[in-house]
């Protein structure tokens, strides 16, 4: 699928969650300090009060679950939890960095609009 940016995360969360975008990018830094370069990691690696956040963002789609499990030697099972990325819906989610860049994006397609019928039909020789 390709790589998530900091940046990408940051406006998903803020368009998502609702909240500050430096209060979004911080925590997207958090998540994406522990992902690295990797779609999954090992949930052993969470404090308890920072599950919370990919509780959070698990709600909106932009994390997921699973888990593995084996029999060890003394025939037990072996539970083992996993948090993954979402890179699509991450994508999806996120907006364009300010409405203001939209804004221009959009006018540059009008740029041709503004100019009179007349320069149309001026050549250059």
Do not use: C
């Not at 969470?46 to 888990?67: A, C, H, N, S, V």
């Not at 593995?68 to 099972?77: F, H, K, L, Q």
């Not at 699509?88 to 019928?117: A, F, S, V």
Request: charged content about 40%; cysteine-free.
């Amino acid at each position: 699928m390709g790589i998530i940016a900091l940046d990408d995360l940051a406006r998903a969360i803020a368009s998502r969650v609702g909240i500050d975008m430096d209060v979004a990018r911080r925590d997207a830094n958090f998540v994406m300090d522990l992902f690295g370069f990797e779609d999954r990691i090992i949930d052993n690696v969470l404090e308890p009060r920072d599950r919370q956040l990919f509780y959070i963002l698990e709600e909106e789609g932009m994390l997921t679950t699973e888990r593995e499990e084996t029999t060890i030697y003394d025939g037990r099972t072996w539970r083992t939890h996993y948090w993954l990325i979402n890179k699509e819906t991450i994508l999806k989610y996120k907006k364009p960095k300010n409405e203001t860049e939209k804004i221009e994006e959009d006018d540059m397609g009008n740029i041709y609009k503004e100019l009179p019928d007349e320069i149309w039909l001026q050549r250059e020789s």
